[in-house]
């Protein structure tokens, strides 16, 4: 009966002093062969972890590159390189970098969309936006490094132009028809800020250039690229302002009429989930932002060859095809999530990306250039000014009202296709220049 209940009491390692000598004996063995019991399962656990790393790694490069339909263009790029070294057609380079840079930054919009599932939808709408404009900033860089600033200004400002009315317009007008049945109201909070950040943006571009064309600088040349740059400075706090207001300070009054309309949405919620993991999307955006910036050099390089082979203007290439190529990433995602009428991420992504632009890009490029020695201001011409403030205005009147349809979004794409004309008739006047 002693020794039962001396096997009892070890059984549940209780420690208790035993005058007999097989109890110890017992308890040292016990210690001793338990790490043989354990290694063996450690080593088929660590195996099984590796596998199913390998797994997961094999179906994430499944999902983000064969998956999608428009992955068919990838090869375009690798071509583009060769075309680049082997002839030295540069109309060809630039068509082939552009459908080549096309897919990658959808699927970059994609692995965004996708981080954005851990996180709220604020922070995802800033994600959207951040790294949709990964793309116009790479080329925007490279181009202000070879000392091309009308390039650089006219592609960010067809970014903007781009996103606040092909982007909205197409989002609004897709969503518009699915949900033809009811109205679909977004925040009108984030609307009226991001349109006063806008303005805001319109002042430091227009007072620059009213400068410069009205002669009336103190030092000629001078007076406004040191207005340009102080006014870069002042547009980036008030970015930083903007983005501490949305995050931290009031970060309730961004997300309230997506919190109403929880309720209603859970089925479509419970629905959704992410295809690949937190970590996966991440490093998914770190390589496709360094193979668009690889494809973006050899972009840049070859525009001024193919305006000149093409007989387009170089204002059209900029304002236009750049920023359509660049945008896919927010056209893609603004149109799923107005289709999933969650129109709050679809304004954060589409007018949160031209607020960005205009209030962070814009305002880095020209304190970039300064620390590189290179002329860049905030004069973007009368022309680019005048259109820029027109279609700030333009939207502004669409967003007061807080509701979209598709006769909105209708009216958005008709406004694009009436400035993509004006600029392929508009003459560059730095050539004129020249």
Request: charged letters at 15%; glycine letters at 8%.
């Amino acid at each position: 009966m002693a020794s039962a209940g001396e096997k009892l009491e070890l059984e549940f390692g209780e420690e208790i002093p035993f005058s007999s000598s097989q109890a110890t004996i017992k308890m040292d063995s016990l210690h001793y062969e338990a790490p043989h019991i354990v290694s063996p399962r450690s080593y088929r656990s660590s195996r099984v972890l590796r596998k199913m790393y390998q797994i997961s790694l094999l179906r994430s490069i499944y999902i983000v590159i064969i998956k999608g339909k428009i992955n068919v263009l990838l090869p375009f790029g690798p071509l583009a390189i060769l075309l680049h070294y082997v002839t030295g057609k540069h109309a060809w380079v630039f068509f082939f970098s552009l459908l080549g840079i096309t897919p990658l930054a959808e699927r970059l919009g994609y692995a965004t969309e996708q981080l954005a599932f851990y996180t709220g939808p604020t922070v995802g709408g800033l994600l959207n936006a951040t790294f949709g404009n990964a793309t116009e900033m790479i080329i925007s860089l490279y181009a202000l490094n070879n000392g091309m600033m009308p390039v650089v200004k006219q592609s960010l400002l067809g970014s903007i132009l781009s996103n606040m009315l092909l982007v909205l317009g197409c989002a609004f007008f897709s969503g518009g028809i699915i949900h033809h049945q009811k109205v679909q109201v977004f925040n009108k909070a984030t609307a009226i800020v991001n349109s006063g950040l806008l303005l805001m943006a319109v002042m430091g571009l227009l007072f620059p250039a009213v400068l410069h064309f009205t002669h009336t600088e103190v030092h000629f040349g001078k007076s406004q690229l040191a207005l340009s740059r102080f006014s870069s400075c002042i547009m980036l706090i008030a970015y930083a302002g903007y983005l501490f207001f949305q995050l931290k300070s009031q970060p309730n009054l961004y997300s309230s009429v997506s919190e109403d309309g929880e309720h209603n949405s859970e089925d479509s919620e419970e629905e959704e989930a992410p295809e690949i993991t937190q970590w996966e999307a991440i490093g998914w955006l770190a390589v496709l932002t360094i193979w668009i910036s690889v494809l973006s050099g050899y972009l840049v390089d070859a525009i001024e060859g193919a305006s000149d082979s093409m007989n387009m203007p170089m204002s059209f290439i900029s304002v236009i095809l750049l920023p359509i190529v660049g945008n896919a990433a927010e056209h893609a995602s603004a149109i799923m999530f107005a289709m999933k009428d969650k129109l709050d991420i679809t304004l954060g992504v589409a007018i949160g990306s031209s607020t960005q632009i205009s209030m962070f890009v814009i305002p880095f490029c020209v304190v970039v250039g300064w620390f590189m020695g290179k002329p860049m201001d905030l004069n973007f011409q009368l022309f680019e000014t005048a259109t820029l403030f027109i279609t700030v205005l333009v939207v502004a009147f669409m967003l007061q009202e807080g509701t979209s349809n598709y006769f909105k979004g209708l009216m958005l794409i008709l406004c694009y296709l009436i400035v993509a004309a004006s600029f392929f008739v508009h003459v560059d006047p730095s050539k004129d220049g020249d």
